[in-house]
C-alpha cells in the first residue's frame, strides 16, 4: 500500500518541532508502514499551488504554521465552525475531488493543555493569530476573557470579533495566556515588553506561555517561582499536534510519545513537563 503522506506547511519551517513529534506518534501506534510525515517548506505566494500540488501527491493531511494560517483557511473548500470563527486553520485534511478540509486544533489544544475544570476568568496577552484561537478557546470554555495588545486598536478589534473584552492594564484572571512573540529572542526584555512585572504574576493561578526556547522562557521562570502552575508552548505544541493526529488517523494520539519527541530536540529545557489536564489551580494544591 502505498504512504498517505502529512506534513508541516510554513515558511520558514526547518525548526517545526511537529515532524519528530508526528512521526514517534505515527511510529508508537503502528502506523508508520501507512502514514509519514514531512516538512514542507513553501515559499512567499506559493500555498495554493503547493496545495494543489500535495493533494495530487499522496498527501492526507498538513499542519499549517506561520504565516499561512489565515490564507489556508481561506483556500479551503469546507472549514469547522472553529476554524471559521478564529479566521485560521492549522489542520488540513485533503478528500477526493480536490476537496480541502480546515480545522483549527490550536483552539481546543490550549483548553486539554489546561485540563478541567476550565478557568472562569482569563487574560490574554496579544491579537495575533494564536490570541485569537485562545480567547475564543476560552470563551467558548465560559470563560470571562480580557484581551491586552501592544497595539490596543488590534485588541479592540479581536474583543468585538469574538465577543470578549479588551483591557489597557493587565486585569486579575484565574489563567495568564502569553499569545505574543515576546520572551522568544531576548529573554531580557519579557518584563519590559509585556505589561507586567514580574511580582505581578503572582494573582495567576496558571500562566501559559506558548512561546518555547531552549531553557525555558523568563515568563514562565518567573511565575514558578511565585507558585503558578505553568503550561509552556510544548505542551500546547503536542495538544494541538495531538488533536491534528487524531483527525487524520481516528486513532487517539499518545500524548506521552508525542511530549518526549517534542522535548527530546529541546534537551536544555529547564522545564519540568506540565502535568496533563490538571486543570487550573495553584502549582503546589
Ligand atoms: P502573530 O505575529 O500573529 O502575533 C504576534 C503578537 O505578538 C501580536 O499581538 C504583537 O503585537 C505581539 N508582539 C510582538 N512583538 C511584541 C513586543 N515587542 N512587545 C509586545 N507585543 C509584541 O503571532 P502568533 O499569534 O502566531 O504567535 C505568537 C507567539 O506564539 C509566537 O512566538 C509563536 O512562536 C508562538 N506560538 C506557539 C505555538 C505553540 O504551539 N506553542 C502555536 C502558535 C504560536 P502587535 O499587534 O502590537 O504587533
Known amino acids: ?3 498517505r503522506k502529512l506534513g508541516v506547511l510554513g515558511w520558514p519551517v526547518d525548526h517545526s518541532r511537529s515532524p519528530a513529534m508526528q512521526s514517534a506518534a505515527l511510529a508508537a501506534a503502528g502506523l508508520d508502514v501507512e502514514y509519514a510525515y514531512e516538512r514542507v517548506a513553501v515559499p512567499p505566494g506559493e500555498l ?13 493531511g498538513v499542519n499549517v504554521t506561520i504565516p499561512y494560517k489565515e490564507e489556508a483557511l481561506a483556500l479551503a473548500t469546507e472549514a469547522s465552525p472553529v476554524a471559521r470563527a478564529i479566521g485560521a486553520a492549522n489542520t488540513l485534511t485533503f478528500g477526493p475531488a480536490g476537496a480541502i478540509r480546515a480545522d483549527n486544533t490550536d483552539a481546543p489544544g490550549l ?3 489546561l485540563g478541567d475544570p476550565p478557568p472562569r476568568t ?20 465560559g470563560a470571562a476573557v480580557a484581551v491586552w495588545n501592544r497595539s490596543p486598536e488590534r485588541a479592540r478589534r479581536l474583543a468585538a470579533e469574538l465577543g470578549v473584552a479588551a483591557v489597557e492594564r493587565p486585569a486579575r484572571a484565574e489563567v495568564l495566556v502569553n499569545c505574543t ?8 526584555t519579557t518584563f519590559k515588553e509585556l505589561p507586567l512585572t514580574s511580582d505581578e504574576l503572582g494573582q495567576y493561578a496558571c500562566v501559559v506561555d506558548l512561546v518555547y526556547r531552549s531553557g ?21 505544541l503536542v495538544r494541538q499536534g495531538a488533536r491534528s493526529f487524531e483527525i487524520w488517523t481516528g486513532r487517539s494520539a499518545p500524548l506521552d510519545v508525542m511530549r518526549q519527541a517534542a522535548r527530546s530536540e529541546h534537551s536544555h529545557s ?16
Open 48 to 60: 495554493a499551488g503547493t496545495l494543489h500540488r500535495l493533494a495530487g501527491a499522496g498527501f492526507h
Open 181 to 188: 512573540s515576546v520572551g522568544l529572542q531576548d529573554p531580557d
Open 122 to 141: 482569563a487574560l490574554v496577552l496579544g491579537a495575533g493569530g494564536s490570541a485569537r484561537a485562545a480567547a475564543y478557546a476560552l470563551r467558548q470554555a
Open 216 to 236: 525555558g522562557t523568563e515568563l514562565l521562570h518567573q511565575a514558578e517561582r511565585r507558585g503558578c502552575r505553568c503550561v509552556d508552548g510544548l505542551e500546547i
Open 1 to 3: 500500500m502505498a504512504l
Open 111 to 113: 483548553l486539554d493543555a
Open 270 to 285: 529547564q522545564l519540568p513537563l506540565s502535568p496533563p489536564g490538571r486543570g487550573v489551580g495553584p502549582a503546589d494544591a
